[in-house]
């Protein structure tokens, strides 16, 4: 009696894991043109050449997502499960940089648990930093954030 009790415990185990979030026939797909801003920052905004600056970038994304069924989907259609969250705190690993001039900074390849973006300065004077993002759901559409500046002397 004992030994079936303990074969049922993983079984009941097994059976409770699979009792999480179930992905349920119904997705989200875009409907419409979004609107995304990239605000950016870095710290600190004065250092000198060699030194580490910190960047970080805000996204705020709005748009209208529209529940359908999946067998509603067209081939090849984005869709996400939940609809993206408006704002996310702390992207800037997760977007590109534009640098002027080129080859200003060095971005580590190490990634920040919050992530931000670490980056040494190579050149001297003032350095642009814009973060450029792909728009989700919308193939081809890149935004540009706000640009900031390093002042490296």
Not at 91 to 107: G, I, M, R, S, T
């Amino acid at each position: 009696m004992r030994s079936a009790t303990l074969l049922a415990v993983p079984v009941l185990l097994v059976l409770i894991a699979g009792c999480g979030e179930q992905r349920g026939p119904t997705v989200y797909v875009l409907d419409g043109e979004q609107t995304v801003e990239l605000k950016a920052s870095v710290t600190p905004a004065k250092v000198a050449p060699g030194g580490q600056v910190v960047l970080h970038v805000e996204r705020r994304s709005t748009g209208p997502w529209k529940k359908v069924g999946r067998n509603e989907l067209k081939p090849g259609q984005c869709w996400v499960y939940r609809p993206p969250v408006e704002v996310e705190p702390e992207v800037a690993h997760d977007v590109q940089w534009a640098v002027q001039p080129e080859n200003a900074l060095e971005f580590h390849s190490e990634y920040q648990l919050d992530q931000s973006r670490v980056a040494t300065v190579r050149a001297s004077g003032k350095i642009s930093v814009i973060p450029v993002s792909k728009v989700k759901c919308e193939e081809g559409r890149v935004v540009e954030g706000t640009p900031v500046e390093i002042d490296a002397t």
